[in-house]
Antibody, heavy 120, light 108 residues
Framework: EVQLVQSGAEVKKPGESLKISCEGSGYTFNTYWIGWVRQMPGKGLEWMGIIYPGDSDTRYSPSFQGQVTISADKSISTAYLQWSNLRASDTAMYYC?????????????WGQGTLVTVSS | DIQMTQSPSSLSASVGDRVTITCRASLKIDTYLNWFQQKPGEAPKLLIYAASSLQSGVPSRFSGSGSGTDFTLAISGLQPEDSATYYCQQSYTAPQYTFGQGTKLEIK
């Protein structure tokens, strides 16, 4: 069974750094794209970027380029989303998602979400 | 950027009804269109991919159609558990995907 398990909720202060994780199991981690999606409180879904763990090919949506870093460690089947300088506006639920197939057109498997709260 | 516009923003229907949600792309996207369902407190769930293909495990009362710029998600024989927000997403410009703003469906 394909599963994506995300790290737990975080409470941080503005200016702090943070790295959240998404561990895949039940499939060959290296061979499927993993994406990250933001959902701000009460708002819709925004695609942040994707990574192919096999070769760490990473693509960002323009709105998130330079704002976050996506990475993966295929040795432990885990993808990451990190910030170096959190802002209050980063407060949101963050989801990771895996491609339905080996292509990058549809994402069928989702993690449970990680709630990030940034407040002074 | 390709903009995705859903209508209506919200709707209310009764158990057993058939409802449709439309999604319009600002440019032609062939059939690179996916539909998701999201219930409160849950992750999104893929319902339909490539405009009309039903994701494994999704009830057959869900169906999708369209190509180019205009797409439709139809739900027939509404069930109480279909109460959710529905999002369309274009993947034509993958990996620069964009979602519609969402349609909130309430079951009376």
């Amino acid at each position: 069974e394909v599963q994506l398990v995300q790290s737990g909720a975080e409470v941080k202060k503005p200016g702090e750094s943070l790295k959240i994780s998404c561990e895949g199991s039940g499939y060959t981690f290296n061979t499927y794209w993993i994406g990250w999606v933001r959902q701000m409180p009460g708002k819709g879904l925004e695609w942040m970027g994707i990574i192919y763990p096999g070769d760490s090919d990473t693509r960002y949506s323009p709105s998130f380029q330079g704002q976050v870093t996506i990475s993966a460690d295929k040795s432990i089947s885990t993808a990451y989303l990190q910030w170096s300088n959190l802002r209050a506006s980063d407060t949101a639920m963050y989801y990771c998602a895996r491609g339905r197939s080996s292509s990058w057109y549809e994402y069928a498997y989702w993690g449970q979400g990680t709630l990030v709260t940034v407040s002074s | 950027d390709i903009q995705m516009t859903q209508s209506p923003s919200s709707l209310s229907a009764s158990v057993g009804d058939r409802v449709t949600i439309t999604c319009r792309a600002s440019l032609k996207i062939d059939t690179y269109l996916n539909w998701f369902q999201q219930k409160p407190g849950e992750a999104p769930k893929l319902l339909i991919y490539a405009a009309s293909s039903l994701q494994s495990g999704v009830p057959s009362r869900f169906s999708g159609s369209g190509s180019g710029t205009d797409f439709t998600l139809a739900i027939s024989g509404l069930q109480p558990e279909d109460s959710a927000t529905y999002y369309c997403q274009q993947s034509y410009t993958a990996p620069q995907y964009t979602f519609g703003q969402g349609t909130k469906l309430e079951i009376k």
